[in-house]
């Protein structure tokens, strides 16, 4: 079975300091990681996606299939970046669903 | 951009009673579509995967007979909770699979459904 953990609930940073939204995953294949983003009173939106390996608001993220880990970074956060973030995988093909972890609320103080 | 809706947003119904919620992709054709459950502060569980013109596929544990989908047309999927019962108190979130190189899902903006 696969599992998604984020182990942190709530995450709270001053603005302009740095970062990191932790995300480790078990399974026994290849799977597809992905970051979503809810803002507050918002749906669900898709930040990054591993494969893509690009940088989206600042926000990088990198497969670590050694550690099974795939967290998500930024250098310096921003107050908009409040949110809840959810990591999620996908175990085949694009026709399956996402197993998400339990989410990570961050909070940026100014 | 790829829109994705739900209706309604918010229901109450009494326990015993039967209620539909519909997921419509808006501006693309999703011949798949998928549906969450969210209890409060917990995370996103897949339901089922709802397929254009055939069967659902169920996520182990979760009972067909109660939570019916139908899947009739390229942008419209919907979920009927029967003979609901407080426990199914829940936040009820569809996804549309855009078939493209990305192969990405757009969410709908949840339904909260509430059993008294």
């Known amino acids: 079975a696969q599992r998604v953990t984020q182990p942190e609930k709530l995450l709270s940073v001053f603005k302009g300091a740095p970062v990191e939204l932790k995300c480790n995953y078990s399974?026994?294949?290849?799977?597809?990681l992905f970051w979503y983003v809810q803002y507050s009173r918002q749906r669900l939106q898709l930040l990054l996606r591993h494969i893509s390996r690009e940088s989206i608001k600042g926000f990088t993220a990198d497969l670590n299939k050694g550690e099974t880990s795939f967290h998500l970074k930024k250098p310096f956060a921003q107050e908009e970046d409040s949110a809840m973030y959810y990591c999620a995988l996908r175990s085949g093909g694009g026709a399956d669903g996402l197993t998400f972890g339990k989410g990570t609320h961050l909070i940026i103080q100014p | 951009g790829a829109v994705v809706s739900q209706h309604p947003s918010w229901v109450i119904c009494k326990s015993g009673t039967s209620v539909k919620i519909e997921c419509r992709s808006l501006d693309f054709q999703a011949t798949t579509m998928f549906w969450y459950r969210q209890f409060p502060k917990q995370s996103l569980m897949l339901m089922a995967t709802s397929n254009e013109g055939s069967k659902a596929t169920y996520e182990q544990g979760v009972e067909k007979d109660k939570f019916l989908i139908n899947h009739a047309s390229l942008t419209l999927s919907t979920l009927t909770v029967t003979s609901a019962h407080p426990e199914d108190s829940s936040f009820y979130i569809c996804s549309a699979l855009r078939r493209r190189a990305s192969d990405e899902q757009y969410f709908g903006p949840g339904t909260r459904l509430t059993v008294t």
């Open positions: 399974y026994s294949g290849s799977p597809e």
